[in-house]
């Protein structure tokens, strides 16, 4: 569908849901047609506005390489929007500008962080790790010792529970994806299988839970299970083929892939096997859930199904109707993605959006759906799936089950409640200015 | 929220950082031993019963002098708040009806005492973590629980009558994933 007969013309498009959602195999070599077909393809003959000549940048020798480089100053709005600039006495967050990214890794300095107490400035000659309690016999490691290990290399998000959380707000807020997601990232990470140190160390088989704690001004800690310890953690020190950024835990941090970000405690120092879990201050209050009724999920860990569209989101705006590609991200701490469905009329009508290989489990998959926009109101929606048939749930049973807030939150900086999964929606309309909806 | 089936995709996952070495005798053990005791210093992690408590003890009326002094600045007179919300009042709290309108407090959803110690002394006050003397962090726990009416005015909080504190919300909670644990 969609290509040119061989008298030249063009087949009506492959609609897969309302309101433009095309076939998402439409546009494999296709491309022209598929212009010419939305009607605004522009001209394939004709003469261009004015002659092509050569610009500035290509008739002088260009500037000197840095050792680090930068990008382009035309780029110096691509940055993560912080929460606490001047440092205050508080906690910090910095906010991944995902309206403004594509791919799935996230580069390391727009990785998200919170820090409850500043950035520690380790040095890494210093640090150590020790992992004790009830085990056979404790040990110190440092980076020099880690770094002697095979690595283990993988993808993973990490999400703060957090993330999302404008979203339990009673009215949209009207932020961009950076404001709303920012506390996710993807990267890819290296390091030494937590499972090895601890059979070293001999575990005791009582030992349930790791106490682990970081080595910055709170002494941050957190309670791991042992279990979690044994399916795939690392303790990792390369963050995107290089050491871990200050903000991320340098020299080393835990990694557990697919649980609340927390969890992944940074500057590592401690881990001490215990019995029971310790009931820190983290997991007591901010990374535990209060549902409708006044229940508490305790212990919540998971960061469930969840996907949200970064192109097009607010901050951007749709200039002409015609083509575009619908793109963003999908990720699950249960595993790998299996299908995201994407909708242009506020979920009335969806179509299977192309997942761009390979599909890592536990980390973010790309998503694209080519989209003809007509130039009317039109409300984009994305839902994934993963490969264990977790569903990311609709607005109205996510409200039903979990809550919002009884009046609009002041500001997104705030968090009302933990672990929000459902749909985003960005409405756009007829002069394509988007806005944050619910629907 | 909770919408989930058996993970395969766990269970395939599982092993995989062991897979590089099959037999642990085969891994590179660089870890240099230590012993228990040199590990005093860092070992602060205070557990729901009691366990690694520091000897010690503090009252309530010894713990209103050091807050005063050290605490209320950020926090507020009589640990009521201070500037919002980033220094939530530490007293007090409404029942726990939704969680998203209801600010979660001491008093209507912590389940244990000893989380108030723990977090008091390792991370308080902000700028002078760990400054604090055992016996300060168990008058300032004794102080604040006793401004909740959690304890007596008079009641002495030490490694024996700290976990003793019966937390108002304590058994009101859901496992969401009892088979992660």
């Not at chain 1, 110190?140 to 993808?155: C, G």
């Not at chain 2, 723990?118 to 700028?127: F, G």
């Amino acid at each position: 569908m969609g290509k040119s007969d061989r008298r030249g013309r063009t087949p009506p498009l492959d609609f897969v849901a309302g309101n433009g959602v095309i076939n998402r195999r439409a546009l494999l070599g296709q491309g022209i047609a598929l212009a010419g077909a939305a009607g605004v393809g522009g001209t394939v003959t004709g003469a261009a506005a004015e002659p092509l000549k050569d610009e500035a940048w290509s008739l002088e020798f260009g500037s000197v390489m840095q050792p680090r480089e930068m990008p382009s100053r035309y780029e110096k709005d691509v940055v993560r929007s912080l929460s606490n600039p001047k440092g205050e006495l508080r906690n910090s967050h910095a906010r991944t500008p995902h309206h403004l990214l594509n791919g799935t890794i996230t580069p390391n300095p727009l990785h998200f962080g919170i820090n409850h107490a500043g950035v520690p400035d380790i040095d890494p000659a210093k640090h150590k790790l020790v992992i004790h309690g009830m085990v056979r016999q404790p040990l110190e490691f440092t980076l020099e010792t880690l770094s002697r290990y095979p690595l283990v290399t993988r993808m993973a998000f990490v999400e703060c529970a957090g993330n999302s959380a404008p979203m339990f707000s009673a009215e949209p807020m009207q932020v961009t994806a950076q404001a709303i997601h920012g506390l996710v990232s993807n990267a890819e990470w290296s390091g030494v299988p937590l499972s090895v140190l601890l059979d070293e160390a001999g575990i005791d088989p009582k030992a349930k839970w790791l106490v682990a704690e970081g080595a910055d001004a709170h002494f941050l800690d957190r309670s791991i299970p042992v279990k979690k310890a044994y399916d795939d953690a690392l303790v990792a020190i390369y963050q995107n083929g290089e050491h871990l950024m200050p903000a991320n835990g340098y020299p080393m941090r835990l990694l557990v892939p697919g649980y609340q970000g927390n969890m992944n405690v940074k500057f590592l120092r401690r881990l001490k096997a215990v019995e029971q879990p310790a009931y820190t201050y983290f997991e007591t209050k901010n990374y535990s859930q209060v549902l409708p009724g006044g229940k508490t999920w305790r212990f919540h860990f998971l960061m469930e199904v969840k996907s949200f569209i970064t192109h097009p989101s607010f901050g951007h705006s749709l200039k002409e109707p015609g083509f575009y590609t619908i793109s963003g991200v999908a990720y699950s701490g249960t595993g790998r993605i299996a299908r995201v469905m994407v909708s242009a009329d506020g979920g009335k009508s969806w179509g299977e959006a192309a997942l761009q290989g390979p599909v890592h489990p536990q980390a973010f998959t790309r998503f694209t759906m080519p989209w003809r926009w007509d130039g009317q109101p039109a409300v984009l929606q994305s839902r994934a799936w993963d490969e264990a048939g977790n569903v990311q749930p609709l607005r109205a049973e996510f409200v039903a089950a979990r809550g919002q807030a009884s009046k609009p939150v002041a500001s997104p900086l705030l968090f009302p409640n933990q672990h929000y999964n459902s749909i985003t929606s960005w409405g756009i309309d007829s002069k394509g200015e988007i806005k944050h909806v619910y629907a | 929220m909770c919408m989930r089936k058996t993970s395969l995709a766990l269970l395939l996952g599982a092993g995989l950082g062991g897979m590089a070495f099959a037999e642990s005798a085969q891994t590179p053990k660089l870890g240099k031993p230590v012993a228990e005791q040199d590990l005093k210093a860092w070992d602060i992690a205070i557990l729901p019963d009691g366990s690694n408590l520091p000897p010690g003890s503090g009252t309530p009326a010894q713990g209103a002098k050091i807050f005063a002094e050290k605490c209320s600045a950020c926090h507020g007179d009589a640990a009521k708040g201070g500037v919002a919300p980033f220094y939530p009042s530490l007293v007090g709290g409404q029942p726990l009806t939704n969680g998203i309108d209801t600010p979660k407090t001491i008093a209507n959803y912590y389940a244990y005492a000893t989380t108030v110690f723990d977090y008091t002394r390792r991370a308080m006050p902000y700028n002078q973590p760990r400054s604090l003397t055992d016996d300060e962090v168990y008058a300032l726990t004794a102080y604040i629980l006793s401004l909740n009416k959690l304890i007596g005015e008079n009641d002495v909080m030490d490694a024996k009558t700290l976990p003793q504190v019966k937390m108002p919300n304590r058994d009101n909670y859901i496992l969401p994933y009892p088979d992660r644990i």
